[in-house]
């Protein structure tokens, strides 16, 4: 049975930062909607087109677009053994839909890491993010900048500040996200998946956190 983690939590709590590193711990894929999105915008694709319309008023891309791009990810080889979820599912429709995928892909979500933090902290993470324009690695200005400015450490690439960013955009997210994301906590916690995680500590000690709740 192939294993599915999905990570939880609003924007800018460190989903991606921690998918990055569950990823190489658990030799599983990383696959981020919000990346995924934003690769097809900087290829110019329809989708991409149709994406960053929603993308920049801070709006959820629509259910069927998302649902299909995520199907098409994880019908992947590479997705053989499960991948790390960030971003994704983000309604109950799209929860709906990967437990449908799933079963088909013969996979199943094991576990679903609920990252939270103060909303403060939310914005100051996002206002200082950098990230990398070839790969997305991440970095913040403050918290963890990279050895050059400006130059992603990983791949060298140059490092660009999200367009959805902006304080006004991430204040937006933040409610979306209460109100079309928040019922997927009930609905993993009914399911017995629901992980909770106190997302205000540095990386590596939300990291440790992480990974005790996941061996349990
Ligand atoms: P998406 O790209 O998924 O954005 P998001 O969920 O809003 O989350 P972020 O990527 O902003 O934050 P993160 O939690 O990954 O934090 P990160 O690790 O980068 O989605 C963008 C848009 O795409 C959506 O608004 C929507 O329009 C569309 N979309 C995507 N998925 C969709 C879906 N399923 N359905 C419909 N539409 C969809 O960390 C943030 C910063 O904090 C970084 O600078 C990092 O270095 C720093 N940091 C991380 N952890 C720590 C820590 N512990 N201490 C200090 N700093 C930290
Ligand atoms: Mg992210």
Redesign the pocket.
């Given at each position: 049975m192939a294993t599915y983690i999905v990570l939880l939590?609003p924007?800018?709590?460190?989903?991606?930062?921690q998918a990055k590193i569950l990823a190489k711990s658990t030799k599983l894929v990383h696959v981020?909607?919000?990346d995924l999105?934003r690769e097809n915008l900087k290829n110019q694709t329809e989708l991409g087109k149709l994406?960053k319309s929603?993308?920049d008023k801070?709006?959820?891309?629509p259910d069927d677009v998302?649902i299909s791009m995520i199907r098409d990810r994880i019908s992947r080889h590479d997705c053989d053994a499960g991948a790390i979820l960030?971003?994704?599912?983000?309604t109950p429709t799209?929860a709906d839909a990967l437990e449908k995928m799933l079963t088909e892909f013969h996979g199943q979500v094991d576990a679903v890491p609920y990252i939270t933090a103060a909303e403060d902290i939310l914005v100051e993470?996002?206002g200082?993010?950098w990230s990398c324009r070839a790969q997305g690695h991440?970095?913040?200005q403050k918290?963890?900048p990279p050895k050059k400015e400006g130059i992603c450490d990983v791949d060298g690439s140059e490092l660009y500040q999200r367009d959805?960013d902006k304080v006004e955009t991430v204040t937006k997210?933040i409610r979306v996200y209460l109100d079309q994301t928040m019922p997927l906590v009930e609905y993993y916690r009914k399911r017995g998946k629901l992980l909770e995680i106190n997302?205000m500590?540095?990386?590596e000690q939300?990291t440790q956190k992480l990974l005790s709740a996941l061996k349990k």
């Open positions: 939590g924007p800018g709590v460190g989903k991606g930062t981020s909607s919000g999105f994406a929603f993308m801070g709006d959820l891309v998302t960030d971003g994704f599912p983000r799209q993470r996002t200082g993010r991440i970095y913040h918290f963890s959805d997210r997302g500590e540095a990386v939300v």
